[in-house]
């Protein structure tokens, strides 16, 4: 009866030594889960901000090629109406020679001279955007 007794107390013991094992175990799992819950918030955060970027890379992207385009519409206007304005402003002047009088004193010739000179400085303050846009291009890989 006495082995019977000592049996049933290691049974006992073997028990409470398992279920002890089998509480540090779900206490590990515990703590793994609410690890990786921490990790998923943060991989979430983050896929929100990459997400944000790109959208926003996208936005540049679409604004970068509108105003290259106005750009290149631009220097397309320019030259037009560098063209236009020299070719006028050539013909005042041999008018002028063969009246005998200064191109200079004739308003219209000022004013396209002075109107050419504008444009010019606006164009060439434009232009040094250009290396700019290129720049980007290469970078937005567009």
């Not at 509480?23 to 799992?29: E, F, G, I, T």
């Not at 679409?62 to 105003?67: C, F, G, L, P």
Request: hydrophobic letters at 35%; glycine letters at 2%.
């Amino acid at each position: 009866m006495e082995i019977k007794r000592v049996y049933e107390k290691l049974n006992k013991v073997e028990l409470k030594s398992e279920k002890i094992e089998l509480a540090s175990l779900n206490d590990r799992a515990k703590s793994i889960v609410d690890g990786n819950k921490a990790v998923k918030s943060f991989i979430d955060k983050a896929y929100t901000e990459v997400r944000q970027v790109i959208r926003k890379i996208d936005d540049v992207k679409s604004q970068y090629k509108e105003a290259n385009f106005k750009m290149q519409d631009a220097f397309s206007e320019y030259e037009d109406s560098e063209k236009l304005t020299l070719k006028l402003m050539t013909e005042i002047s041999k008018t002028a020679k063969e009246l005998g009088v200064s191109e200079k004193s004739i308003p219209s010739y000022s004013n396209l001279s002075k109107s050419l000179n504008a444009m010019q400085k606006s164009f060439n303050d434009l232009g040094k955007f250009e290396v700019d846009m290129d720049s980007l291009e290469k970078i937005l890989k567009i």
